[in-house]
Every structure is written in structure tokens, then in C-alpha cells.
């Protein structure tokens, strides 16, 4: 088992920056690749970007790309999102996940454990 707890979320002007953080406890958090993905209102859960575990490549949707970047400290079991440039489109509960699987999964199936989410508002 594996628990994940997000923090970080609220308000922000567009343009601005934001850093969110996802700590996890349990069972080793080296071995599992994390992701990070979003859900705005009335729409489904989008995924955003992604580290695997071990070579600690990522992977990013083409909406954050240039503007995301997911990084792991596995001494700390926190992986992070750093957020700059941000749009108003932004705007979701932002949601980090755990998988055993190699890679870089897209797919919020390919996710076994989830935290409970951080809202991220961007104002215009």
C-alpha cells in the first residue's frame, strides 16, 4: 500500500508559478513511476506528466509541455510539479498517482493508488 498526501494547490494569477507536492508513505516509493494528472469541472481526468521509476524519465502532455516539470526526490518520497507561465485553463484539482508499472503511464487505469487532490485556481 501506498499512501500519497498533495499539497500546494490555490490561487495564483495567470503567468504566475506554483509548486505542488505529493508525499508518499508506505512501500518503497523508489520502485514506483508517479504521475501527475488533473480534473476541471464537468470534464474527465486529464493526465499531465509522469516520472518512471529508476531512470527517472519523464513524460508530459502537450498542454503543460515547456511550462511543467515533475521531478522525484525519492530521500524525501515526494515527487513535486513545478508549474510556471500558468493559463487560466490551469484551472483543476490536481492529483498525483503511484504505479508499479515501467514507464511513463498515460492512462489514470495504469495508476493503483491516488491522493485526494489540491485545487489549483488561476485567475485572468
Known amino acids: 500500500q501506498v499512501q500519497l498526501v498533495e499539497s500546494g494547490g490555490g490561487l495564483v494569477q495567470a503567468g504566475g508559478s506554483r509548486r505542488l507536492s505529493c508525499a508518499a508513505s508506505g512501500r518503497a516509493f523508489s520502485t514506483y513511476a508517479m504521475g501527475w494528472f488533473r480534473q476541471a469541472p464537468g470534464m474527465e481526468r486529464e493526465f499531465a506528466a509522469a516520472v518512471a521509476w529508476g531512470s527517472g524519465i519523464t513524460y508530459y502532455a502537450d498542454s503543460v509541455k515547456g511550462r511543467f516539470t515533475i521531478f522525484r526526490d525519492n530521500a524525501r518520497s515526494t515527487v513535486y510539479l513545478e508549474m510556471n507561465n500558468l493559463k487560466p485553463e490551469d484551472t483543476a484539482v490536481y492529483y498525483c498517482?503511484?504505479?508499479?508499472?515501467?514507464?511513463?503511464?498515460?492512462?489514470?487505469?495504469?495508476?493503483?493508488?491516488w491522493g485526494q487532490g489540491t485545487q489549483v485556481t488561476v485567475s485572468s
Open positions: 498517482a503511484a504505479t508499479p508499472r515501467l514507464g511513463t503511464p498515460l492512462r489514470p487505469r495504469e495508476y493503483d493508488y
